[in-house]
């Protein structure tokens, strides 16, 4: 499904046979560029590009990465992978209570706890993780 668009390039989420970590695709003359981003927070990183040999110049993929960081987009690409995919690819972490971070992996330690389930609200533009054995679910604003 398409987000949006960047000079010419289609910035779009797949939605048949996607996987996590979400993702958008980027396709360009002989090129499709795939840009990580997070429920978590506002960063869009580039994640690969193929065929690796037709790679397009570093300045053009930074152009298209801060298209993507936009707010407007960013919040699309989230509510497309959401709505169609039902994941924020969060479960099985952990969350480190005090310092307020994700942990990777199943961790067991004291003042961190494993998310059982997360979600997307799409009108509120929160993630809202909900911890095993927590004090509260955990709310982050993006």
């Not at 989420?13 to 396709?27: N, Q, T």
């Not at 479960?91 to 979600?119: C, F, K, M, Q, T």
Request: hydrophobic letters at 40%; one cysteine or more; aromatic letters at 10%.
């Amino acid at each position: 499904m398409r987000v949006g668009a960047y000079k010419g390039y289609v910035i779009s989420v797949f939605v048949r046979d996607e996987h996590c970590p979400p993702h958008v695709h980027v396709r360009g003359k002989g090129w499709d560029v795939r840009f990580r981003f997070s429920f978590l927070d506002g960063d869009v990183e580039l994640w690969d590009v193929e065929p690796e040999r037709r790679r397009p110049p570093m300045a053009v993929l930074n152009e298209i990465r801060g298209a993507i960081m936009q707010r407007h987009y960013l919040a699309r690409a989230r509510r497309i992978w959401w709505e169609k995919l039902q994941t924020v690819c969060l479960e099985n972490h952990s969350w480190n209570w005090d310092a307020g971070e994700l942990v990777p992996g199943l961790v067991i330690r004291p003042g961190v706890y494993v998310i059982a389930s997360a979600r997307h609200d799409v009108v509120e533009q929160r993630t809202i993780l909900n911890l095993i054995r927590a004090p509260d679910c955990v709310g982050i604003n993006l």
